[in-house]
């Protein structure tokens, strides 16, 4: 059920898929279906966008000059490659990101998020630069092992989670009583 609600819900906002649709079409020319088919194998199923999201989407970055479409294939399969304008918006959307990211990574814990109740400042700040150090490990582990990370070691990853899960788990126990 949580898989479906995913697939017909529009939590992506356009200007990420966009940004995706990019970093795809810089990798290799792509159809609309084979970008719709690679999305959803990267979530696990968990969403595949619309073809009324994709190929309107292709329709503006090719009339903006970001993407090009090359003749059918023997197929009459319609791929389309990204154009050097289109790289160029890549690498300063990239830049963009970065600088995001790193905004998000340095921003103080100041304000509370909702289930933190009555935290105290000065516990969140005690927590801060730990959960900092935990985002920006995973979000470079995110990043490099998009392409080439193992199985050992996404499965170690997994591991790492679940064992810091657990001591969490065992830190609420404790504190429960």
Same mark, same amino acid.
């Given at each position: 059920?949580?898989?479906?609600?995913?697939?017909?819900?529009?939590?992506?906002?356009?200007?990420?898929?966009?940004?995706?649709?990019?970093?795809?079409?810089?990798?290799?020319?792509?159809?609309?279906?084979?970008?719709?088919?690679?999305?959803?194998?990267?979530?696990?199923?968990?969403?595949?966008?619309?073809?009324?999201?994709?190929?309107?989407?292709?329709?503006?970055?090719?009339?903006?000059?970001?993407?090009?479409?090359?003749?059918?294939?023997?197929?009459?399969?319609?791929?389309?490659?990204?154009?050097?304008?289109?790289?160029?918006? !890549?690498? @300063?959307?990239?830049?963009?990101?970065? #600088? /995001?990211?790193?905004?998000?990574?340095? &921003?103080?814990? =100041?304000?509370?998020?909702?289930?933190?109740?009555?935290?105290?400042?000065?516990? !969140?700040? @005690?927590?801060?630069?730990?959960?900092? #150090? /935990?985002?920006?490990?995973?979000?470079? &582990?995110?990043? =490099?092992?998009?392409?080439?990370?193992?199985?050992?070691?996404?499965?170690?990853?997994?591991?790492?989670?679940?064992?810091?899960?657990?001591?969490?788990?065992?830190?609420?126990?404790?504190?429960?009583?």
């Amino acid at each position: 059920m949580f898989r479906h609600w995913m697939r017909h819900t529009a939590f992506v906002p356009k200007g990420l898929l966009r940004y995706r649709v990019l970093e795809m079409l810089s990798e290799k020319p792509m159809s609309g279906s084979e970008i719709m088919d690679r999305i959803e194998e990267e979530t696990h199923g968990a969403w595949r966008p619309s073809p009324g999201s994709i190929y309107p989407m292709l329709t503006w970055l090719q009339e903006k000059g970001f993407v090009k479409a090359l003749p059918r294939d023997e197929n009459g399969i319609k791929r389309y490659e990204l154009t050097d304008k289109g790289r160029k918006l !890549l690498e @300063e959307k990239s830049k963009i990101r970065e #600088r /995001l990211v790193e905004r998000m990574v340095s &921003f103080p814990l =100041l304000i509370p998020p909702p289930f933190a109740g009555s935290f105290s400042e000065d516990r !969140l700040r @005690e927590l801060h630069e730990p959960i900092k #150090r /935990l985002f920006t490990a995973f979000r470079d &582990f995110m990043i =490099l092992s998009r392409d080439k990370a193992t199985k050992e070691d996404i499965a170690e990853a997994g591991r790492v989670f679940e064992e810091a899960a657990e001591k969490i788990g065992e830190l609420n126990r404790k504190i429960k009583g």
